[in-house]
Every structure is written in C-alpha cells, then in structure tokens.
Nanobody, 126 residues
Framework: QVELVESGGGLAQAGGSLRLSCAASQRAFSNYDILGWFRQAPGKEREFLAAIRWSSGNTYYAESVKGRFTISRDNAKNTVYLQMNSLKPEDTAVYIC??????????????????WGQGTQVAVSS
C-alpha cells in the first residue's frame, strides 16, 4: 500500500489561496487509476472535493468547490495538487489525499478509494 503524504495546509484569510500537495512515497501514481482530495470538518462526514484520472488527466469536482478549486498532477514529481482560491471560513477542515488502484466509474465516494494520507489542516479566518 502506497503512503500518501500531504503538505501545504495552514492558515489563510477569507478570499485567500492555498495550494495543497500530495506525494506518493513508495509507489508511482502511474500505477493508480485515480487520485482524489477529500476534506473532513469536526463532526461532519468526509466530503469529496476533486479527483483526477492519472492516465487521461480527466478531472471531476464537487459542486461546492467548482470554480474555486483546481486539481492537477505533475507526472515527473509524482505529485497531485489542489489549488484552492477564494477561500471561505467554511472551507476549514482537514484535507486528505486518496488514491485508488482499480478502475471504477465512481469517483466521489470515499469507500471507493483504497489508499489514504494522514491529512493536512486548513483553517480559514473571516
């Protein structure tokens, strides 16, 4: 099982931006079908944000972040990014990277992913 390591979290002001990174430590992302970003706020369920198919580059977004967040990948660096713009206080959560080895049409369900990072905290102040 690959280890996923997130970075880039921190404190931002409302309207600001942050870029999160997710790197694989043991296995190339090219061996995976899809990489995704989720977030979880205290007392809430894990929420899908965005996903990218490694081979095709096709991207998918939750309606709540479409137009504000952008997922991308760097094949050479074996890294996936989540660029977050126009941040809102309600974006405060732990942001978690996930990966899946097998193909599935489903991209927004947490149980469909079989590798997870530890998460990185994002806090947005008003």
């Amino acid at each position: 099982q690959v280890e996923l390591v997130e970075s880039g979290g921190g404190l931002a002001q409302a309207g600001g931006s942050l870029r999160l990174s997710c790197a694989a430590s043991q296995r190339a992302f090219s061996n995976y079908d899809i990489l995704g970003w989720f977030r979880q706020a205290p007392g809430k369920e894990r929420e899908f944000l965005a996903a990218i198919r490694w081979s095709s580059g096709n991207t998918y977004y939750a309606e709540s972040v479409k137009g504000r967040f952008t997922i991308s990948r760097d094949n050479a660096k074996n890294t996936v990014y989540l660029q977050m713009n126009s941040l809102k206080p309600e974006d405060t959560a732990v942001y978690i990277c996930a990966a899946r080895t097998y193909y599935s049409e489903i991209y927004n369900q947490a149980h469909e992913y079989n590798s997870w990072g530890q998460g990185t905290q994002v806090a947005v102040s008003s």
